[in-house]
């Protein structure tokens, strides 16, 4: 197979994404696709509404899955950089995350409202086969 990159980005910039709840990046994953690895870029770092106890979430198959929940007050979105994500490229057998379907990539917000930030994220993947 073919190692492949899916590209995402989530702007608070666009008034949509700043509301509490889920939004897709536009990016779907396909079916039996295995996450085993990336990374995300902070480009601007986040700010929330409430002493920026806002929180974020990126996933594809189940809530959590590449990165946890976490207030964009501290690690991994108050600042600008690469951040690492759960899959690690090392230990794909453990980490990697498989679609069961088509999935789009999803960054879940959460507590409080989003003001700013802005992340580009990059999914390495293989397309496996569905599991019995």
């Known amino acids: 197979g073919v190692l492949r990159v899916a590209r995402f980005l989530f702007d608070a910039g666009v008034e949509a994404n700043r509301a509490i709840g889920a939004h897709g990046t536009g990016v779907t994953l396909p079916a039996h696709a295995i996450v085993v690895g990336g990374f995300f870029d902070v480009n601007t770092a986040f700010t929330s509404e409430n002493a920026n106890n806002g929180t974020i979430a990126i996933h594809v198959q189940t809530a959590n899955d ?8 501290g690690a991994p979105y108050s600042t600008i950089g690469r951040k690492a994500i ?47």
């Open 86 to 132: 759960v899959p690690k490229a090392n230990t794909p057998e453990s980490t990697s995350v498989k679609t069961t379907a088509g999935r789009e990539i999803t960054c879940t917000v959460a507590v409080s409202a989003l003001l700013t930030g802005k992340l580009t994220g990059y999914l390495y993947y293989v397309e496996g086969v569905a599991s019995a």
């Open 66 to 73: 590449i990165q946890a929940a976490a207030a964009v007050s």
